[in-house]
């Protein structure tokens, strides 16, 4: 198990060689945040995150980076209660739990209402291609991760966003 201090420290070490940092960073919860579907668990099962997970939180909070849910999750009920006991709940911005065929465009249009953050000052973090592919149409800088956040994927993620920004101030080349 990764000590949060130590991966909160690293990944504010990473947050620090960047200019140009996102506004808002969203989440994916089943096998991003958590390695598990929390469809199939029951209410009263522990939860836990990916041993990154609480450091990167944590850190980009610490710089003042807003963090927030998309998750196509029909347990609404269950992913708000294991949020609220692991204890993090409170850190998000916004929180859109709903089951959807709409690949998270959903979920996205209704954190940018609720956060009056632009799609391209968002970098977002998911275990699914479909999710990614989606949201990225939408200008949001998506990160695909195989097992849970880690530094490596803030990492590729912060690279990604400054360069993806560096492009809207020229052209777009996508």
């Known amino acids: 198990m990764a000590d949060d201090k130590k991966v909160k420290e690293e990944a504010e070490q990473i947050l620090g060689l960047h200019q140009k940092l996102p506004s808002l960073v969203v989440f994916d919860l089943d096998h ?6 929390c469809d199939c668990c029951y209410e009263g099962d522990t939860p836990n995150l990916y041993p990154h997970a609480r450091g990167i939180i944590q850190a980009l909070k ?3 980076i807003d963090v927030a849910i ?43 209402r609720k956060t009056g953050i632009p799609f391209d ?39 990604d966003f400054a360069q993806e920004s560096s492009s809207h101030g020229t052209k777009k080349t996508k």
């Open 121 to 159: 000052s968002m970098l977002f973090f998911d275990d699914e291609d479909r999710n990614i592919e989606a949201v990225s149409r939408m200008g949001v800088t998506s990160i695909l991760v195989n097992n849970g956040v880690t530094l490596e994927a803030l990492r590729q993620g912060l690279a």
């Open 70 to 112: 998309a998750s196509r999750s029909p347990a609404r009920d269950i992913a708000t209660a294991f949020l609220d006991r692991l204890g993090i709940r409170s850190i998000f911005v916004a929180e859109e739990i709903f089951s959807s065929w709409t690949h998270k465009t959903q979920h996205f249009q209704k954190i940018q």
């Open 62 to 64: 610490g710089r003042g």
């Open 32 to 37: 991003t945040l958590w390695p598990f579907y």
